[in-house]
């Protein structure tokens, strides 16, 4: 009965061919973890006031002394949502070794950001990111957008696209080493 099935022309044509199956595999991959391209950089970041949700500036030199990762994001971003139980379990594990993490929404609202934070549950530090902040990074073209700073508030490393805990390891792990 499954093999008179199988063998009548409408089926055949719903059957998809290899190419299609490949194509299908592609998009699933990339929707479900984009590409990031990280570039090497070695530039100083001005001290600006990061405006946390909770109402208090914290200035950026403040951090110096411990490896900050610098995440542009939104919440309405797909990416960003993706990302964010990557860099709390990143947080999680290596905040006692000297890490730090600033999750600067691109938003206006701080009491949204703040309550999508409590809602998922995310306890690492977030901000608003207003045009001074984004200018003492450069252009923020497209959300997510990271940077690792070290200890002396030099960006390191600038990551466009989505963060996973094994490349913030490979990333950071060396520059918390350093003296």
């Known amino acids: 009965m499954l093999k008179q ?14 190419f299609t199956l490949f194509l299908m595999a592609l998009i699933v991959y990339f ?3 984009p ?3 990280v570039t090497d950089e070695h530039r100083p970041v001005a001290n600006v006031a ?4 909770d109402g208090q ?6 951090l110096h002394g411990k490896v900050v990762l610098v995440s542009f994001w939104a919440t309405w971003c797909p990416y960003c949502r993706h990302e964010m139980p990557e860099i709390q379990a990143f947080y999680r594990d290596w905040h006692d070794k000297g890490f730090e993490t ?9 009491a949204l950001v703040a309550q999508f934070m409590r809602q998922q549950g995310y306890t690492f530090p977030a901000g ?42 490979d990333l950071v792990t060396p520059l918390l080493q350093a003296p």
């Open 102 to 110: 600033l999750a600067l929404s691109i938003e206006d609202d701080p």
């Open 57 to 62: 500036t914290i200035p950026l030199a403040s």
């Open 50 to 53: 990061i405006h946390m949700t």
């Open 35 to 37: 590409p990031a391209w």
């Open 31 to 33: 929707w479900f973890r």
């Open 128 to 169: 608003l990111a207003d045009a001074a902040t984004q200018h003492a990074f450069g252009e923020i073209k497209k959300v997510p957008m990271s940077f690792i700073v070290d200890k002396q508030g030099v960006i390191r490393h600038e990551i466009s696209g989505q963060v996973y805990y094994a490349r913030l390891k």
């Open 5 to 18: 099935f199988a063998n009548h022309p409408w089926v055949k044509k719903l059957t998809p061919s290899p």
